[in-house]
């Protein structure tokens, strides 16, 4: 994309007073289009790729651009107010709609935008980052040079990517999708407490077999530790329940609580994709073979069983 200015355009920003703006436009991967302006009216403006309307965004503003002459990344920074009439959301952000997009920033004279252009920089947004009370985004303009730099695909791992299980679209970047409202089991009554009262108990009704719920979460309805979750690391049958880590306050008989079982981020397995039936949703690769990463391992280690439902066996006619 060529910075040179127009020849009309630059005698128009030589003037003591100019009625100069600049433009915002971002083009997500997905083929959505945002324009904005830094004056206080709509401006419409074609760049050459057609006509948009770049419209007012209240708390919009551009810094000043880092520039170099030699193979530095340009980058700057544009913040802007998820006020009412955003066109986007912080729901949105979370999920990834703003990354890897495209973006241009123009210099304009509003007053004869048919002046043409000055291209202030050009390249892909950096990772988005919400403002406190998620009131605000700020993104990073990072110029094409950065490409250079980066990576632009995801390394490839066995297990699943998602970060919360059932989690939904817009939630964040990579979804569960799973429904969790049929895996709650609601007010189980604590009937014993073990040796480590802050972390081993026993509740009535829970007729699982051993490990159901291991891994698994429980949220605490009554007690000390009401309005609090934890980790499950171990349940027995019987209804002995293991926490991952101590509890600020140590568990009481009577206390109540909900508990269900997590998932192992696995594609097979114990609590795995598979025993949800959620493997269209599995946000991983699980056919990599682990004999392919055997080499950035210490010499001599195995893959265990559980680390993605494979095992591997060496060849002993190729170490022959």
């Known amino acids: 994309m060529s910075k040179v200015i127009p020849i009309a355009l630059q005698a128009e920003f030589d003037k003591p007073a100019t009625t100069r703006c600049r433009l915002l436009k971002i083009v997500t991967t997905g083929g959505d289009t ?188 009554t007690g000390d530790n009401a309005g609090l979750s934890f980790e499950v690391e171990a349940f027995a049958s019987g209804g002995t329940i293991t926490t991952a880590f101590g509890m600020p306050y140590p568990v009481q008989v009577g206390d109540t609580f909900n508990i269900r079982r997590d998932c192992t981020r696995n594609w097979s397995g114990h609590n795995s994709c598979e025993t949800f039936n959620n493997r269209p949703n599995y946000r991983g690769e699980p056919h990599i073979k682990p004999a392919d990463a055997l080499a950035a391992q210490t010499p001599g280690a195995q893959v265990s069983p559980g680390s993605g439902g494979q095992t591997y066996q060496p060849d002993e006619t190729a170490q022959q």
Not at 133 to 141: A, N, T
């Open 34 to 221: 945002y324009a904005f302006t830094t004056t206080n009216r709509p401006v419409d403006y074609d760049d050459g790729d057609g006509s948009l309307t770049y419209q007012v965004m209240s708390g919009f503003d551009h810094s000043a651009v880092v520039s170099t002459g030699d193979t530095s990344v340009d980058n700057a920074e544009a913040r802007i107010l998820l006020l009412p009439g955003t066109p986007f959301s912080e729901a949105q952000v979370l999920a990834g709609e703003l990354d890897g997009a495209s973006y241009s920033v123009y210099e304009i004279d509003y007053s004869n935008p048919s002046l043409g252009h000055r291209v202030v920089s050009h390249g892909y947004l950096g990772k988005p980052k919400i403002g406190k009370g998620g009131l605000s985004i700020s993104v990073e303009l990072r110029s094409l040079v950065d490409l250079l730099r980066q990576t632009p695909w995801e390394k490839w791992q066995i297990r699943c990517r998602v970060k919360r299980f059932g989690s939904q679209v817009g939630e964040e970047r990579f979804p569960c999708k799973y429904d969790l409202s049929g895996e709650w089991v609601n007010g189980v009554s604590v009937t014993s407490v073990g040796v480590e009262s802050d972390r081993t108990f026993t509740a009535s009704g829970l007729m699982q077999a051993a490990d159901y719920f291991a891994p698994g979460m429980i949220e605490w309805v």
